[in-house]
């Protein structure tokens, strides 16, 4: 009896199993059949759509099969693209890549050809913004050496591309240059949104990757390389070599022109621009010498470094050169000579650019600037105060004064003050 009922059981199940089966074979093969269907379907839609082909005239060269739509920007509209990473020269130790004129202006060469005075800088991604302070005010040619690793260097396209569409006129009077680690070479990325925007600041901060910051923070910044990378490459009889975060007054390019003009012949001599920190309370830079030093005696305006480090401009005497009380002629001209040089002055001046090279021996921030100095000092070299000008900086803030200091190893002028922009005295990559 058990034998009888076992028997069709099994017959059920084999029926079961044999449907189950058919059915999966049904599925599986309706799946196979989607899968290829969407892959062709894909193909289909997504070929390049065909090229408009011109009728008349005809075309000289075979028309492209290339996409129409969606192409990279054209080499005009990112001015570094044509970089080849692979042809930077080495600086003396083979630690870093130097990359001469990365971009020009179309007018910086006219400009270096009629002007007497280039501005040098240099400066780390994260504080180049600050060049749009300085070319507000500077109306010369402008050479820009820029120190950028790893994904850094998508940034500073975007920067400069952004620059090109959005504030050409200042484009046009730069020339840029790029110094790159060996340890970490900058890499392409994509760019930004901000960069077709010209409604938005460049350079926002938190952009660069975090493993690029961390690899900074480890690693000295070699501002001494940047400040020669930028000098050499001005063309101008005199140079006047500024940090990042230093600007100058307003019209110290023109002022500079005619002092220069008229000056005695002298190539061993330096002209120091007084500089200035201002309190951020201070909502524009003073226009001359008497309303910097208007602001000086409500103490809204201090001798750059004074607070930070007292000897890095004390041999220019500033208590000197305000005691004129700015009612001096309107030109710019030499206050008077810098007689009590010291070790550790490191004056802001314009010189021609037979002055010594800074020492590339010195990496991050300490004698970088003063063993230049010192070097031009054993040449015979003379420093000035010039008279009536100034450059500022923020910290405070900094302004470069037109009062010149003539580096005689003494020199100093009364007629352009310059500012420093400093919010503090932050050095992430602009300068000492």
Same mark, same amino acid.
């Given at each position: 009896m058990r034998h009888r009922l076992l028997t069709p059981m099994s017959k059920i199940r084999r029926d =079961?199993?044999?449907?189950?089966? #058919?059915?999966? +074979?049904?599925?599986?093969?309706?799946?196979?059949?989607?899968?290829?269907?969407?892959?062709?379907? !894909?193909v289909w839609l997504l070929r390049p759509a065909p090229c408009p082909v011109r009728s008349s005239p005809p075309p000289s060269e075979p028309p492209s099969c290339e996409p129409c739509a969606d192409v990279a920007p054209a080499p005009d509209d990112d001015p570094i693209s044509h970089l080849d990473l692979r042809l930077g020269r080495w600086d003396s130790s083979r630690s870093y890549r130097m990359f001469d004129y990365a971009t020009v202006g179309e007018t910086y060469a006219d400009l270096s050809s009629s002007r007497r005075v280039c501005l040098a800088t240099q400066s780390s991604i994260e504080r180049l913004h600050e060049l749009l302070r300085i070319a507000y005010h500077w109306s $010369?040619?402008?050479?820009?050496?820029?120190?950028?690793? $790893?994904?850094?260097?998508?940034?500073?396209?975007a920067f400069t591309t952004w620059l090109f569409r959005c504030q050409p006129d200042i484009y046009s009077r730069l020339a840029l240059h790029l110094a790159m680690p060996k340890e970490r070479p900058g890499a392409h990325g994509e760019m930004p949104l901000w960069v077709k925007n010209c409604d938005l600041p460049p350079l926002p901060e938190g952009e660069r990757q975090a493993d690029t910051v961390a690899w900074r923070a480890r690693h000295p910044y070699p501002q001494n390389h940047l400040r020669n990378l930028a000098r050499r490459n001005c063309h101008t009889p005199y140079v006047f070599l500024v940090d990042?975060?230093?600007?100058? +007054?307003?019209?110290?390019?023109?002022?500079?022109?005619?002092f220069l003009a008229h000056a005695?012949? #002298?190539q061993l001599c330096a002209y120091v621009v007084p500089t200035y920190e201002l309190d951020r309370r201070v909502a524009a830079f003073p226009g001359? =010498? +008497?309303?910097?030093?208007?602001?000086?005696? =409500?103490k809204l305006a201090i001798?750059? @470094?004074? =607070?930070?480090?007292?000897? !890095?401009?004390?041999?220019s005497n500033f208590t000197r050169w305000e005691s004129s009380g700015g009612n001096e002629s309107s030109e710019t001209h030499i206050s008077h000579d810098v007689t009590n040089f010291e070790l550790l002055y490191e004056p802001f001046y314009v010189a021609s650019d037979a002055v010594p090279a800074h020492d590339e021996r010195f990496l991050g921030y300490g004698f970088t600037r003063n063993t230049q100095l010192v070097k031009g000092r054993g040449r015979g070299r003379s420093v000035r105060n010039r008279l009536r000008r100034c450059a500022t900086s923020e910290p405070s803030r900094l302004s470069a004064n037109s009062d010149l200091a003539d580096y005689r190893y003494g020199l100093q002028t009364d007629h352009i003050?310059? @500012? @420093?922009? #400093?919010?503090?005295? +932050?050095?992430s990559g602009g300068g000492e």
């Open positions: =079961k199993l044999w449907r189950w089966r #058919c059915q999966w +074979s049904v599925v599986t093969m309706v799946a196979v059949a989607l899968v290829v269907y969407n892959a062709a379907a !894909n $010369g040619p402008i050479s820009v050496a820029v120190f950028v690793a $790893g994904d850094e260097l998508r940034l500073l396209r990042i975060d230093i600007v100058p +007054s307003r019209s110290m390019a023109e002022e500079l022109e005619q005695p012949r #002298c001359n =010498k +008497s309303e910097l030093l208007r602001l000086s005696r =409500k001798p750059f @470094h004074r =607070k930070v480090f007292i000897y !890095n401009q004390y041999a003050p310059m @500012h @420093h922009n #400093c919010g503090g005295s +932050s050095r």
